[in-house]
Nanobody, 115 residues
Framework: QVQLVESGGGLVQPGGSLRLSCVASGNMFSAYGMAWYRQGPGKQREFVAGISSGGIAMYASSVRGRFTISRDNARHTVYLQMDSLKPEDTAVYYC?????????WGQGTQVTVSS
């Protein structure tokens, strides 16, 4: 059983920055990839960024160059640094841990980009 707890969301002005964190319980954190997804108002959940167990990152085209995903295996934590935020980045952001054919999800953290 894996539990994921996100934090770091909030209200920010366009052009601002936020850093999201996701802490994972359980063992073997370093052996699995992690990912961030988001779901905006009236939209489907979409992939934002992922990082492999070896630290290789990939991004959705909409956030590439603005967002950075990273991980700290000692802290069982994955981060999402979000810069140059836009109103269209407004969404609930979810952390996902795919393990052995099952996807674990966090409860989400709200990010609102507005002036």
């Amino acid at each position: 059983q894996v539990q994921l707890v996100e934090s770091g969301g909030g209200l920010v002005q366009p052009g601002g920055s936020l850093r999201l964190s996701c802490v994972a319980s359980g063992n073997m954190f370093s052996a699995y990839g992690m990912a961030w997804y988001r779901q905006g108002p009236g939209k489907q959940r979409e992939f934002v960024a992922g990082i492999s167990s070896g630290g290789i990152a990939m991004y959705a085209s909409s956030v590439r160059g603005r967002f950075t995903i990273s991980r700290d295996n000692a802290r069982h934590t994955v981060y999402l640094q979000m810069d140059s935020l836009k109103p269209e980045d407004t969404a609930v952001y979810y952390c996902k841990s795919p393990r052995d054919g099952y996807d674990y999800w966090g409860q989400g953290t709200q990010v609102t980009v507005s002036s």
